[in-house]
């Protein structure tokens, strides 16, 4: 059983950035594709970025250039570093775990707000 456990949300202010963190137990963060999504109020969950242990990563278009997501295995976690936040990026960002893309076992985290406004 993996167990995520998601930190480092807040409020900014716009141009502002953040690094959001997924501690990872039950299993070594690069045996995983771990990924970042997102979910604003009334709005679809979306996949934010993703990367396939600990390597390949895939980044939204509409965040390209200005989040970057990385993972530590001597700390066992994946970060999502922010910058240049805009208001857009006001979500509820949650941490994921699977083996493969076609893998029917998903494991998510609690989830952290991040709230960006002036």
């Known amino acids: 059983q993996v167990h995520l456990v998601e930190s480092g949300g807040g409020l900014v202010q716009p141009g502002g950035s953040l690094r959001l963190s997924c501690a990872v137990s039950g299993s070594a963060v690069n045996d995983y594709i771990m990924a970042w999504y997102r979910q604003a109020p009334g709005k679809v969950r979306e996949l934010v970025a993703d990367?396939?242990?600990?390597?390949?990563?895939n980044i939204r278009d509409s965040v390209k250039g200005r989040f970057t997501i990385s993972t530590d295995s001597a700390t066992n976690t994946v970060s999502l570093h922010m910058d240049r936040l805009q208001p857009e990026d006001t979500a509820v960002y949650l941490c994921?775990?699977?083996?493969?893309?076609?893998?029917?076992?998903?494991?998510w985290g609690q989830g952290t707000q991040v709230t960006v406004s002036s």
């Open positions: 994921n775990a699977k083996k493969s893309y076609l893998s029917a076992n998903n494991y």
């Open positions: 990367i396939i242990n600990g390597g390949h990563s």
